[in-house]
């Protein structure tokens, strides 16, 4: 917990946008690692063993009753009070390139989860393949195509798109 923990929140927020269940979910990660350490047959790395345990944690979490009962609940109630948010929110959203992280928080998931994997995280193609559990083409196609709906979003909205690279 101590050496991916915050790595982990990280990406389990990138899944749920909810910094509440993204808490639970981060405890029930390190559990079920915990539950199954002794069955980690060591075929990759503990890091992405662990990544690979958090986003199917999150995949099972956006697929859950919960998650769609909160999705229409809070379409019909959200209020943006960025006074009232947890520090580390704070923090996310004070970010030096903060249109690109909500541009990125705004693409489709599958998209979503490889430009988070390969840029944030800097793991490699393989790398992000593997987790997915994707062939390394399809991992590159989804990030061709997350840049390019990216650099559409931003042309379309006429921000900055130079940092991007297509």
Do not use: C
């Not at 944690?57 to 943006?80: G, H």
């Not at 690109?100 to 998209?111: I, N």
């Amino acid at each position: 917990m101590n050496r991916f923990g915050e790595e982990i929140k990280r990406l389990i927020f990138s899944f749920t946008k909810n910094w509440t269940v993204t808490e639970d979910l981060t405890q029930e990660v390190f559990v079920s690692v915990y539950l199954h350490l002794e069955g980690f047959r060591e075929e990759s790395q503990i890091k992405t063993w662990v990544y690979r345990i958090a986003i199917n944690k999150s995949k099972d979490y956006l697929r859950s009753w919960a998650y769609r009962k909160m999705v229409i609940t809070d379409s019909f109630t959200q209020e943006k009070d960025y006074l009232n948010e947890q520090p580390d929110i704070l923090l996310v959203k004070n970010l030096e390139n903060q249109q690109l992280f909500e541009q990125v928080m705004k693409l489709p998931l599958k998209y979503r989860e490889v430009i988070i994997l390969f840029y944030l995280k800097e793991l490699s193609i393989e790398e992000v393949s593997e987790m997915l559990q994707l062939n390394t083409s399809t991992v590159k196609t989804r990030l061709k195509r997350g840049r390019d709906k990216l650099k559409n979003s931003f042309i379309v909205e006429g921000g900055n798109h130079d940092g991007i690279k297509a």
